[in-house]
């Protein structure tokens, strides 16, 4: 909660994983350097989305409504108030699908959210 009230921002940066769907194959000069990092990356609006295979992709409030069934009761109540947290602060990261075409709802509802959450 901390970094996220000195950070507001970062709530509507997407977390990525991507797959490398040219391996094997030659890339333009221009995207050379895109698949050969880390498969780690902040999305890049500059990169081109067709050139791109994300294996994940979620904004931080999908990420913490996945965290909600691995966590004890104490740290429930935590991650809720994160999760509530990033909606008032994004509240356009509630309407974005994560790579499965999932809402954070359907994340929140399917791991037991207090109805207060929701």
Known sequence: ?????NHPEE???WVCSKRNPFK???L???????????SMR????KLEPQLLDYSIRQLPIHVACNSLFR???QQKKEVE???TRLAVVYPDGC???DHNGKLPLHEAIWHNASPATL
């Open 1 to 5: 909660l901390n970094r996220l009230k």
């Open 11 to 13: 709530a509507s940066v």
């Open 24 to 26: 094997g194959r030659e």
């Open 28 to 38: 333009p000069n221009s995207q050379q350097n895109v698949v050969s990092r880390p």
């Open 42 to 45: 902040r999305l890049n609006s």
């Open 71 to 73: 966590c004890s009761p």
């Open 81 to 83: 108030r994160l999760i």
């Open 95 to 97: 309407e974005k699908p």
